[in-house]
C-alpha cells in the first residue's frame, strides 16, 4: 500500500504534464488588447483637449483610472465628494472593450447601488472619490487597478473596465 502512495504525485504529474497548451486557456491577446484599449483613451483628444483625466493617487501610485467628465464641473465643484469611508449613491453601468454587458445597479432597489468608495475595487475607488455628487462620468479602469489576473463573474482576466457612473448622493459623509 505505501508503494502506491508513492507513485499517486508522480502519476498526477505524468497527467498534467501531457495536457497540452491548448487545454489551458491563454488571456494573453486578452490581455494586450485592454491595455492598448487603455492607452488608447489615455491619449485620445478633442480639439487639442485630452479627453479622459489621469488619476493616480498618492496612496497608490501604481494604480490609476482614467474619468471623461459628461457634465459641466463647474456646476458641481461646490457639491459634496466622498472620501474613502463615506457612503454613496451611484447608478451605473459595466462593459468591456468590446462593449460585452458586465453589470450595473439597475437591478438594485430604486437602480441604485450604495456602498463605501474603499469597499469597492481599487480604480472605483480612486474615481469616486474623485468625483462630485451630480456628476455624470465615464471612468476606464485598466486590469491593475480593476481584477487583475483574476475573473469575476463574467469579467475575464485582465479586463479593462469602461464605467458609465452617475454620483447620485453622498448620505453619509465621514471625515
Given at each position: 500500500m505505501k508503494k502506491i502512495l508513492y507513485f499517486i504525485p508522480l502519476f498526477a504529474f505524468l497527467a498534467t504534464s501531457c495536457m497540452s497548451s491548448e487545454d489551458t486557456p491563454t488571456y494573453s491577446d486578452w490581455?494586450?488588447?485592454n491595455e492598448e484599449y487603455v492607452q488608447k483613451m489615455e491619449d485620445l483628444t478633442e480639439n487639442g483637449e485630452k479627453v479622459y483625466?489621469?488619476?493616480?493617487?498618492?496612496?497608490?501610485?501604481?494604480?490609476f483610472v482614467l474619468i471623461k467628465w459628461?457634465?459641466?464641473?463647474?456646476?458641481?465643484?461646490?457639491?459634496?465628494k466622498p472620501l474613502s469611508n463615506s457612503t454613496v449613491n451611484i447608478k451605473y453601468e459595466m462593459e468591456d472593450?468590446?462593449?460585452?454587458?458586465?453589470?450595473?445597479?439597475?437591478s438594485?432597489?430604486?437602480?441604485?447601488?450604495?456602498?463605501?468608495?474603499?469597499?469597492?475595487?481599487?480604480?472605483?475607488w480612486i474615481a469616486l472619490t474623485n468625483m462630485h455628487v451630480g456628476d455624470s462620468v465615464t471612468m476606464v479602469i485598466p486590469a491593475s487597478s480593476g481584477y487583475g489576473a483574476s475573473s469575476a463573474g463574467s469579467i475575464l482576466p485582465y479586463s479593462a473596465l469602461i464605467y458609465h457612473v452617475k454620483m447620485k448622493d453622498v448620505p453619509k459623509y465621514d471625515k
Open positions: 490581455k494586450k488588447q483625466t489621469k488619476f493616480t493617487p498618492e496612496w497608490a501610485p501604481g494604480d459628461h457634465n459641466d464641473r463647474s456646476l458641481t465643484e461646490k457639491n459634496l472593450i468590446d462593449g460585452n454587458y458586465l453589470g450595473d445597479s439597475y438594485v432597489t430604486d437602480s441604485v447601488y450604495q456602498s463605501m468608495p474603499n469597499q469597492n475595487i481599487i480604480g472605483m
